[in-house]
């Protein structure tokens, strides 16, 4: 980082400090914790979420290291969230995943338009708001069907195995 960039950032540091001593000064420190605690939470939540469901959903691309591929692993293991256009700018275009694990060192305002400009991208899994709560049943990687699966999968599996045999 040079050292320009870096003044920036202590700056802005600085000024966010300043905000918050200002504030709890103003409004009393309990007052302030009250407020930002929640958002501090909800946010924290929002980013787990965003990251779990860009890593974990149906079509999946995992692989040991051996047959490990970047390009592979970029673009079909992570997603593309397709969140509606007020959400898409909250998150920062988070939802271009596929891109961000291509080339982390495209800015986030460049996302979308290297999406829509390049075709190697159009055939990258996309998953909406909705789609993406079956995120939520997803826990264990099946080798053999090289897919995730929810724990009813495993249930299945064990019922098989511990059933008697016929003849």
């Known amino acids: ?9 202590h700056w ?8 918050a001593v200002l504030m709890s000064l103003s409004i009393g420190l309990k007052a302030y914790v009250l407020i930002q605690f929640p958002v501090i939470m909800f946010a924290a939540v929002v980013g787990v979420w965003l990251f779990y469901v860009q890593h974990q959903f149906e079509g ?3 692989e040991r290291r051996a047959n ?23 998150t920062g275009n988070i939802g271009f995943h596929h ?10 305002y460049n996302l979308e338009r ?3 400009g390049a075709l190697l991208f159009q055939s990258v899994k996309h998953v ?20 995730l699966v929810g724990y009813g999968r495993l249930e299945i599996l064990r019922r098989g195995k511990s059933s008697p045999t016929r003849s």
Not at 1 to 9: I, L, N, Y
Not at 12 to 19: M, Q, S
Not at 131 to 147: H, T
């Open 99 to 108: 891109i961000h694990h291509l080339s982390p060192a495209i800015p986030n």
């Open 1 to 9: 980082m040079e050292k320009r960039d870096r003044r920036g950032v």
């Open 128 to 147: 909406t708001l909705w789609s993406s709560m079956k995120a939520l049943s997803f826990r264990l990687w099946d080798e053999r069907r090289k897919e």
């Open 60 to 62: 999946v691309y995992w």
């Open 68 to 90: 490990w591929h970047f390009v592979e692993a970029a673009l079909r293991g992570s997603s593309f969230y397709k969140l509606p256009r007020v959400l898409q700018w909250f």
């Open 114 to 116: 290297c999406h829509k």
């Open 12 to 19: 802005t540091n600085g000024a966010l400090l300043a905000i």
